[in-house]
C-alpha cells in the first residue's frame, strides 16, 4: 500500500526527496573527513606531536629565501685596467672664486644687481657691453724732479674703449694727454719750460651695486707714462715711466646708449731714478657711447620684435 502510494507522489517531490539524499550524503562525506584531520591532529601516547617528514614539507626557515648568501653579488670588476683608467685632476680654483673669496661680488652669486642705484628692469648694461668715450678734466701735476722742476696744472683729455664683461666687472683701454708747463726752482730765461704727458693704461673696473642706472665704480690697472721736458738747464728728458692708476667714479645711465660718467684718479707714475715718483691725480668727466645691441628678434607677428 505504501509503495501504491509513493508511485503516487507528484514528480516534482519525488525530485526534490532525491537532492535531499544527494546532501545528507554529501555532509556525511564532509564529517568524516573532519573526524580524520582531527584524529590525525591529536599528540601521540608518548606525548609528543607527530611530524611530518622534513623531505615532504620542507621548513621555511631553510629556504633559499631566507638564505644570507642569496643576496650576495659577484665582486664588482673593472672594464679596464687600473692603468688605463681617466685620471681627473682636482678643481681648480677659478681667478672670480679668488675674487668672491674676498668680498668682491658677482653675478654667479649675487645676482644682477643689489637693488641700488636704481635697478634696470626690461633693459640691462649687458645689452650694449662695449663703450667709446671721451673724457676731459684737470691734471694735478707732481713734481718731475724733486725740488727742481715741478709741472703745472692743465686740461687732461682723451679717450676709452671698455667692456663690461659682467654686470660687476669690466676692463677698459685708456688714453690720455696734456702739454703742462714745468716750472723750476731756479728758472733762468733761457729755460724751455714746454713739456708733454701721455698716458696709457689698461684698467680693472669693479661696480659694486650691479646692474643699475647709477653705478658707483672702482678701477685699478697698469700702463706707462710718456714724460717729455727739459730742466732747468735746458737738459731734455724723454722718459716712460710704469704707471699704476687707482681711483673711482660714477656713471650716470641717461639712455640705452649714452652713459655719462665722472671719476677721480690718481696716475702714480713710478720714478726711474732721473725722475720722481709722481702722484698726478686727474679729475674727469666723460660721456660713454653704448653699444653692441642684441639682435633683433624676427617672430613671424612682429618683425620689429626687440629683446630689452
Known amino acids: 500500500m505504501v509503495a501504491n502510494q509513493l508511485l503516487t507522489i507528484d514528480p516534482f517531490c519525488r525530485r526534490l526527496l532525491k537532492r535531499r539524499v544527494v546532501v545528507a550524503l554529501l555532509a556525511f562525506a564532509m564529517l568524516s573527513s573532519v573526524a580524520s584531520l582531527l584524529n590525525a591532529a591529536e ?16 621548513s621555511i626557515a631553510d629556504s633559499d629565501f631566507t638564505d644570507p648568501e642569496a643576496a650576495s ?8 685596467d687600473d692603468d688605463s683608467r681617466m685620471q681627473w685632476d682636482p678643481p681648480e680654483l677659478k681667478p672670480i672664486d679668488w675674487v668672491r673669496h674676498y668680498g668682491f661680488r658677482h653675478s654667479s652669486t649675487h645676482g644682477r644687481n643689489t637693488g ?7 633693459t640691462s648694461v649687458l645689452n650694449r657691453p662695449y663703450h667709446f668715450d671721451f673724457f676731459v678734466g684737470p691734471l694735478l701735476g ?11 696744472n692743465v686740461l687732461l683729455g682723451g679717450f676709452r674703449l671698455g667692456w663690461d664683461f659682467d654686470y660687476y666687472w669690466g676692463l677698459e683701454w685708456r688714453l690720455g694727454w696734456a702739454d703742462p708747463k ?5 728758472p733762468e730765461e733761457t729755460s724751455l719750460n714746454s713739456m708733454s704727458y701721455v698716458v696709457s693704461d689698461i684698467d680693472l673696473i669693479y661696480y659694486p651695486w650691479g646692474d643699475s642706472k647709477v653705478r658707483p665704480y672702482f678701477l685699478v690697472g697698469l700702463g ?3 714724460l717729455d721736458f727739459y730742466d732747468e738747464t735746458n737738459t731734455l728728458y724723454s722718459t716712460s715711466l710704469a704707471t699704476i692708476p687707482f681711483g673711482g667714479g660714477v656713471q650716470f645711465r641717461q639712455s640705452s646708449w649714452m652713459t655719462w660718467r665722472i671719476d677721480i684718479i690718481n696716475n702714480l707714475a713710478l720714478g726711474d731714478g732721473r725722475t720722481s715718483t709722481m702722484n698726478n691725480v686727474s679729475i674727469t668727466t666723460g660721456m660713454e657711447v653704448r653699444f653692441g645691441a642684441r ?3 624676427y617672430w613671424p607677428w612682429r618683425s620689429s620684435r626687440r629683446i630689452w
Open 43 to 58: 599528540p601521540t601516547a608518548s606525548g609528543s606531536d607527530e611530524t611530518l617528514p622534513a623531505a615532504q614539507f620542507p
Open 182 to 186: 714745468a716750472d723750476f726752482t731756479a
Open 224 to 226: 706707462t707714462t710718456q
Open 73 to 80: 653579488f659577484d665582486e664588482w670588476e673593472t672594464l679596464v
Open 295 to 297: 639682435p633683433s628678434s
Open 116 to 122: 641700488k642705484g636704481l635697478p634696470l628692469e626690461g
Open 142 to 152: 707732481d713734481d718731475l724732479i724733486t725740488n727742481r722742476v715741478s709741472q703745472g
